[in-house]
Structures are given as C-alpha cells and as structure tokens.
C-alpha cells in the first residue's frame, strides 16, 4: 500500500555532514516543489549563482553567511529566505552547515 505523503521525523538525521565538501541530496520532487537538502563541511561555499525557479533556502544547523541580490545575512539555525527566479545568491559555510533548499514551481 502506498501513501499521498511523504514524513521526515527529522531532516538533519537525513543529512549528514561530510568531512570535506559539500553533500546534497533529492528528498522529495513532486507537484512542482523539489526539497534538496545541502550537508556543507566548515569551510565550503557555493558560489554565487541564480536559478531559473524561485526558491526557499532554510538553515537548519550551523552557521555561515548567505548573500541574495546585494544583500547579506548570517545563516544561522532557522534561518529562512524566499527568492524570486533568477536572483543571484552564495552561501559561504563557517561551520559545518545543513540547509534545505525548496525549489518552488516555476513563475507564470
């Protein structure tokens, strides 16, 4: 029997830190929403980029600092921030860092 739902009891158990680099992985990609989780070691980057959807990031352990448009936040625990499509942002991780990354349908 399958079920209309997917559970996660706790994201961070699904996301292990590395010791080097940047792990990610796809938890869920339906109805037009992916929800990709990023396990950053202390340290690691990714670099500014844009993405042709619009997204949520959401940090859920550590810290580190995220940018969007010409704008900077600490990325600490809770952490949350909507993007339009095509908005240039980076993250760099202080610490070791997990954060979810919601890939929303795309704008009409």
Same mark, same amino acid.
């Given at each position: ?12 158990a ?14 869920? *990609? /339906? ?16 670099? /500014? ?15 580190? *600092?995220?940018?969007?448009?010409? *704008? ?5 625990p ?12 980076s ?15 795309? /704008?009409?």
């Open positions: 029997m399958t079920t209309p739902h997917t559970f996660f009891p706790n994201l961070l699904e996301a292990p830190v590395p010791a080097r680099g940047i792990h990610s992985q796809t938890l869920s *990609d /339906e109805g037009g929403v992916e929800l990709v989780l990023f396990a950053f070691a202390a340290g690691e980057r990714l670099s /500014e980029h844009t993405s042709a959807r619009p997204a949520i990031i959401h940090i859920l352990s550590g810290e580190g *600092d995220l940018t969007a448009g010409d *704008d900077e936040w600490a990325a600490t809770g952490a949350w921030l909507r993007m339009p499509a095509k908005t240039r942002h993250l760099v991780a202080r610490t070791p860092l997990v954060m979810a990354l919601y890939l929303l349908p795309r /704008e009409r």
